[in-house]
């Protein structure tokens, strides 16, 4: 789990950890915003969701990692996962994602402050 909202300190205890350094050619590094509800709330998912794009290069990582959301709600893990997963990041694949996120898991998105949460997290993806 990675704290987003303090990311150098994180940053810092992952680098004196030694998994980096452990790590071989083909294992996988899942980077973990650790509380979304308190980056959403604070508003900072741009700058939590920046920072752990930028993690890789910081960090030096010479494998494939992915960024994992940490919430109450896994509609927007399944996002930040999809959205990952994509080929083309427009404005219209994202709008295309949520709908299509919004059909297959209605459970998770029926209240509009979701959808528009998926949106905006989703934004910061691309």
């Known amino acids: ?22 790590l071989q050619q083909n294992d996988s590094l899942y980077l973990v915003i650790q509380d979304f509800s308190e980056v959403a709330a604070g508003d900072n998912v741009k700058e939590a969701i920046v920072n752990m794009l930028n993690a890789g290069t910081e960090l030096e990582l010479k494998i494939p990692y992915s960024i994992l959301i940490n919430d ?35 459970y998770l998105t029926k209240q509009p402050s979701v959808k528009k949460n998926m949106g905006r997290h989703l934004s910061e993806l691309t």
Do not use: C, W
Not at 1 to 22: E, V
Not at 82 to 105: A, C, G, N, P
């Open 72 to 106: 109450n709600n896994p509609i927007y893990n399944r996002t930040a996962i999809e959205m990952q997963l994509s080929i083309h990041k427009t404005q219209r694949d994202m709008v295309e994602l949520v709908s299509k996120l919004s059909k297959e898991f209605p």
């Open 1 to 22: 789990m990675y704290n987003t909202t303090q990311y150098g300190a994180a940053q810092s205890d992952l680098q004196r950890s030694g998994i980096i350094q452990a």
